[in-house]
């Protein structure tokens, strides 16, 4: 019996522990008139969980919500730690064929596991107003925003977070949490410890004697900055009252609303100052709903009786529950209420309480973000089909950077530099011009099995049509760039410089142009795990005479990408002249493969005695090295295998180099870290009758004396052991997609004319010919940037081979 009893114990708990999967969502809504009348409303919501899923329901529990057209969903970031989470976004496309409000409920269970009330169940509510409004005449919008759905804070360290609360029609948006009987939260908790700022929308944590996971579940609401009349088909206007504040909150909201890219300097002073009084926000936050008491009587009292009971650390839990379940039907969305909310929106999220940190300074165990990280609140600017580049750099002294994680839009991509910056990609459609696109960020440091979180900052991306035009032809050692003068009007070209003011630019009566070598003009040089990125920009100044420009009207960012991985094949034949490769969208980097007379490497072997002729165990010289040399490069050969025909696929192969490691005991490498690669080894007959062999080779580009990149890591695998007698084997082709060259074959002199020593294994064969090798170039790329923006990706004209 106490077996049996013991049993379902553990069997609820394993049902529970899977369930337990919810870390927070969000949605948001925006929406179009159509020709015959009716709506398109587009509805993109969050939802974060412990796996991935391509599908969530969402019900529709009040108004008409019309007729679902399409549904994409799709991961937007994910990560380890705190417990394996993953981030998607979903796209809801539906037709209404009124505009009168409705809701998108999704209710399930259950929360991760919480220091308040272990789990239970969540609830995202929305509510859809498309009312037109007066002062847009337009279709109501909701507030933008996202938010990461794990956030770690030490015990010991007090901070503010500024969530993101951005309406595009202006309004204002006020947070608060969700209350239980109306389905805007399912556990419906009021942590102690933290308090919310209604009116600017920011979570303060300032200290709390319980370590763990909270969870949060807010709403976010518009209220127009102006009385506005409201209006829905066949039916009159609604009246929407601004909403009471206190005085110091409209210029407060002017800095954190505004789209204009002159007012987002402001946004810093706004957002750093919080954090170095980070006890001082909890406590002018109480004041201002004391001094609104009167008003949310007629506009919305849940706030006012919401926020106060924090203040009181020791009674929120009890009058929170009077809180919930006394002012809801004030704010009931069914009658002509002026002062309800044009709009309601969900944000919830976990916020996990580590152990105490050894410290709280910023930059120490804490990252901190640098330049050119943007600040919280900004707003950029994105061009449709044109690629959008957010850079994240953060530094912590006494951690390790080990990630960024974010939240942004579908198919929103990120990587890592090896100089240690992130990198956020997106790039828009034509579906999403005039919309506005929250992207949210953290960074992740390490020191020893402490994971510290930087403070979170969120960024508003505009998508608009039209930008600078510019081309960009990338080649081997330059890249050129053709600008169209009629898409830079307000911009003198006289007054255009690059990164080194030195090198000019010239213009036509339709073009500004010029030619930028890939190591001269300031080019700088990074890369990523698969690229190696060449960049420049394109500035305006006052006087093309200042070195130091105090503001750029505009900035254009010129990347040449290229590909660092490349398949090389050798075969011993007749030596062939150099080869470039093209193909749609790439440019060509071109590499030569010579053999020597000797290690001196002087004396390159004339092209005249191909096919070249090699005894059994002859040392035979070979290098590698690009037909033009880019300053600042190194190449690491990273694998070589022989093969008896032309085919890298091939199932027998031989190796002779695998992950950096030499897999023949007689290879010998002569040169190190540097812009060519010598080496040499004894030549061989391949195992089997095969009288001919084909050597198929894999080289690396990368940035010199980079300790980040793969040449710098060099032998990957000690654990590769030679192959006993150089016995064949069955391995899989080194493959990177790039163009294979072919020399060959070479013929062996026959064994009685051979003298081999005693050392020398007989299975050898020999190596010999001329390998000419392409790294393919991906297409440059131009960056439109109002403060951020980027613009045009222009692929190279082709031609295949």
Not at 92 to 105: A, H, Q
Not at 211 to 234: A, C, Q
Request: charged share 15%; proline share 8%.
């Amino acid at each position: 019996m106490f077996l049996t009893s013991l049993f379902l114990t553990l069997q609820v708990l394993v049902t529970t522990v899977t369930a337990s999967h919810y870390y927070g969502g969000s949605m948001t809504f925006n929406s179009r008139r159509n020709i015959d009348g009716s709506y398109k409303v587009e509805l993109r919501f969050k939802t974060t969980y412990h796996h991935c899923y391509t599908y969530d329901y969402w019900s529709c529990p009040s108004g008409n919500c019309g007729v679902e057209n399409s549904y994409v969903m799709g991961q937007v970031d994910s990560s380890l730690n705190g417990g394996t989470w993953c981030q998607s976004e979903g796209i809801i496309t539906r037709t209404v064929s009124t505009n009168k409000p409705f809701d998108m409920l999704k209710q399930s269970c259950c929360w991760i596991f919480n220091t308040i009330t272990t789990s239970g169940p969540w609830s995202l509510l929305t509510h859809v107003d498309l009312g037109v409004r007066s002062d847009t005449t337009e279709p109501n919008r909701s507030p933008i925003t996202t938010a990461l759905p794990l956030i770690r804070v030490p015990q010991n360290c007090p901070r503010r977070y500024n969530l993101l609360a951005f309406d595009p029609d202006g309004d204002h948006v006020r947070c608060r949490y969700g209350r239980r009987n109306i389905n805007e939260c399912g556990i419906c908790n009021e942590p102690v410890g933290f308090s919310v700022d209604e009116i600017n929308c920011a979570l303060s944590y300032d200290y709390t004697w319980l370590p763990g996971v909270y969870s949060f579940e807010l709403v976010l609401e518009d209220f127009p900055m102006h009385d506005i009349t409201v209006s829905y088909n066949n039916q009159p206007g609604v009246m929407r009252k601004r909403r009471m504040v206190p005085p110091n909150f409209e210029t407060t909201t002017a800095v954190t609303t505004t789209e204009e890219p002159t007012t987002t300097t402001t946004v810093p002073t706004t957002t750093t100052t919080p954090w170095k009084t980070t006890t001082t926000p909890p406590t002018t936050t109480t004041t201002p709903p004391t001094t609104t008491t009167t008003p949310p009587t007629t506009t919305t009292t849940p706030p006012t009786t919401t926020t106060t009971p924090l203040t009181t650390t020791t009674t929120p839990p009890t009058t929170t529950a009077s809180t919930t379940t006394t002012d809801p039907p004030t704010t009931t969305m069914s009658g002509p209420n002026p002062h309800l909310p044009l709009s309601k929106i969900p944000l919830q999220f976990s916020l996990q309480v580590d152990g105490p940190a050894p410290s709280c300074t910023e930059g120490e165990y804490l990252p901190r973000f640098l330049h050119p990280t943007p600040h919280h609140g900004e707003h950029l600017q994105a061009r449709v089909n044109q690629e959008l580049e957010i850079r994240i750099n953060a530094f912590a002294s006494l951690s390790s950077i080990i990630d960024v994680i974010i939240s942004g839009p579908l198919n929103s991509t990120k990587h890592k530099t090896t100089s240690g910056e992130y990198v956020i990609n997106w790039t828009p459609t034509a579906e999403n011009f005039g919309q506005h696109f929250p992207f949210c960020f953290i960074a992740e440091g390490q020191h020893g099995s402490n994971i510290y979180q930087s403070e979170m900052r969120c960024v508003i991306v505009k998508v608009e049509a039209k930008g600078p035009k510019a081309n960009v032809t990338c080649s081997q050692n330059s890249m050129s760039v053709t600008i169209e003068k009629s898409t830079i009007k307000r911009i003198d070209d006289r007054h255009l410089r690059l990164i080194d003011p030195l090198c000019r630019l010239e213009s036509n009566t339709t073009h500004v142009f010029t030619t930028i070598p890939l190591n001269g003009c300031g080019t700088e040089v990074e890369e990523n795990e698969s690229e190696l990125i060449f960049k420049n920009k394109i500035t305006s100044s006052d006087d093309p005479r200042d070195i130091i420009t105090r503001h750029h009207e505009l900035e254009i960012e010129l990347l040449c990408k290229y590909q660092k991985r490349s398949n090389i094949t050798v075969e011993f034949d007749t030596h062939r002249q150099v080869i470039n490769f093209t193909e749609r969208g790439f440019g060509s980097f071109s590499y030569q493969f010579e053999f020597y007379g000797s290690e001196s490497f002087y004396n390159r072997i004339d092209v005249n005695s191909y096919p070249l002729e090699y005894d059994v165990g002859e040392m035979i010289y070979m290098q590698i090295e690009p037909v033009t040399p880019v300053q600042n490069t190194e190449i690491f050969l990273e694998s070589c295998a022989a093969t008896p025909y032309d085919n890298p696929d091939y199932p027998i192969s031989y190796p002779i180099i695998t992950n950096g490691c030499n897999v023949d005991e007689t290879v010998q490498i002569f040169s190190d870290h540097q812009p060519y690669v010598q080496f040499g080894m004894e030549a061989f007959k391949f195992i089997g009758l095969h009288n001919q062999v084909f050597i198929s080779c894999s080289i690396v580009i990368c940035e010199a004396n980079n300790p980040n990149t793969r040449c710098s890591q060099g032998c990957t695998n000690n654990q590769v052991p030679p192959p006993p007698h150089h016995h064949h084997k069955r391995e899989a082709a080194i493959q990177t997609g790039s163009h294979f060259i072919s020399q060959g074959p070479l013929r062996l002199r026959r064994a009685t004319q051979v003298t081999v020593s005693q050392g020398v294994n007989l299975n050898l064969a020999v190596i010999a010919g001329c390998l000419l090798a392409m790294v393919a170039m991906v297409c440059g790329v131009t960056v439109y940037r109002s403060r951020m923006s980027k613009i045009t990706y222009q692929p190279l004209p082709s031609h295949e081979f």
